[in-house]
Nanobody, 115 residues
Framework: QVQLVESGGGLVQPGGSLRLSCTVY????????MAWYRQAPGKEREWVAGISRGGYTNYADSVKGRFTISRDNAKNTVNLQMNSLKPEATAVYYC?????????WGPGTQVTVSS
């Protein structure tokens, strides 16, 4: 049984930073390509950033240059450093596999960007 546990969200002012973390339990994490997703109120869940098992990264255009995804295979974690945050980044953030089939979604972590 795979379990995804996200943390690190909170309230931050526009222009601020947050670092999200996701711990993955129950799989050989090092062999999986992982990603961060987000879902804003009233919108569909969208892909934000991905990282391959070898560390190759890619990003949605809306976050490129401001967000950085990383992973620590020894700790079974995938992280998302978010800088220069904008109000439109307000959403619940989730981690999961980069491709189908997804694992069961975790609870996510709420990020609110507001002054």
């Amino acid at each position: 049984q795979v379990q995804l546990v996200e943390s690190g969200g909170g309230l931050v002012q526009p222009g601020g930073s947050l670092r999200l973390s996701c711990t993955v339990y129950g799989i050989m994490f090092m062999i999986d390509n992982m990603a961060w997703y987000r879902q804003a109120p009233g919108k569909e869940r969208e892909w934000v950033a991905g990282i391959s098992r070898g560390g190759y990264t890619n990003y949605a255009d809306s976050v490129k240059g401001r967000f950085t995804i990383s992973r620590d295979n020894a700790k079974n974690t995938v992280n998302l450093q978010m800088n220069s945050l904008k109000p439109e980044a307000t959403a619940v953030y989730y981690c999961n596999r980069h491709t189908l089939p997804y694992y069961d979604w975790g609870p996510g972590t709420q990020v609110t960007v507001s002054s």
